[in-house]
């Protein structure tokens, strides 16, 4: 069933850029009411401008943070409708010569992240009845050399969210996950850019996992899933055949074809990360975590929008 978003309050985490930016442009469009977060304090603001909207310079991986920027959007708007923990990075290297600090943090701002959100928004969530979307991702279901901090992560934020599903139902709360394949973001464009073996790599793929689909349509699959409350959506819709195929894509005689195009791909790529010199893309590196110690960066509470 079908629900207008008009008046819905819909927070979005990595709001600044890619999915989430264009994510929250077309649901403000159809009326909703938006709590932008990320770490990007300059995009937000702008865009919030834009869009009439309130937002919150936060961290998913610091739960103080997250809290704050929640408690932010429903002391401003009086609830939270719906939640797109949207949120991710993608880190450089193989486990074997890649930073470990940067691989371990992809799984930190990924799938912890996600983790926080959820925390932070359900007790609101719940009493709204309303509807937590994760972006998860094709390599939620296949593994691609180079990702194994990436693919691990959205696997694990696939059946984080298929748990969490089961958990608040009887609470009227609806939990999707959203997998996409490679999207025309800055995420993906940087590791284009950053690494042509992985470049090269993407074109030998097979669709829909060769192929890039734009930020927009991508964004607008995300708002349908916002006003269906939908429970899987793949983007493209081609994704949805390597669901399917998941067992098989994961099996020996796969793994065997991959692994014959990995022995040229994957020296070339660890090469590539060393002569880069960082674990993470240009637009994209998430902050290193703080000293246990450090003060919360807490939440923006004087840059309201409407």
Not at 151 to 162: L, P, T
């Amino acid at each position: 069933m079908k629900r207008s978003l008009s008046g819905q309050v819909v927070l979005v985490t990595g709001a600044a850029r890619g999915i989430g930016e264009q994510t929250a442009r077309q649901a403000a469009a159809r009326g909703a009411r938006l709590a932008l977060v990320g770490l990007e304090p300059d995009r937000l603001r702008g865009l919030a401008g834009e869009i009439g909207a309130v937002w919150f310079a936060a961290d998913v991986t610091d739960q103080a943070s997250m809290a704050a920027a929640v408690e932010g959007a429903v002391a401003h708007y009086g609830r939270i409708d719906a939640v797109v923990a949207n949120a991710g990075v993608a880190s450089r290297g193989t486990m074997a010569t890649g930073d470990v600090e940067a691989l371990v943090r992809t799984v930190e701002v990924n799938l912890v992240g996600v983790m926080r959100t959820a925390a932070a928004c359900l007790p609101h969530l719940i009493a709204a009845r309303g509807y937590l979307l994760i972006v998860a991702s094709a390599a939620s279901f296949a593994a691609l050399p180079g990702m194994a901090p990436y693919c691990a992560s959205k696997a694990g934020v696939e059946h984080f969210g298929n748990a969490v599903r089961l958990e608040v139902a009887h609470h009227g709360v609806a939990v999707g996950t959203a997998h996409p394949s490679w999207i025309d973001t800055d995420l993906v464009r940087d590791a284009q850019d950053d690494l042509p073996a992985f470049k090269d790599s993407l074109r030998r793929l097979p669709p829909p996992l060769g192929s890039t689909t734009s930020v927009e349509r991508c964004a607008a699959a995300v708002v349908d899933a916002l006003e269906r409350r939908r429970r899987k959506v793949f983007v493209p819709r081609g994704v949805m055949l390597v669901y399917w195929l998941r067992t098989f894509l994961n099996s020996r005689l796969a793994e065997k074809v991959v692994e014959s195009q990995a022995r040229r791909s994957v020296p070339l790529m660890e090469e590539q990360v060393r002569s880069l010199g960082r674990g993470f893309g240009a637009n994209t590196a998430p902050p290193l975590p703080r000293p246990a110690d450090a003060p919360s960066p807490g939440f923006i509470a004087d840059r309201y929008h409407r």
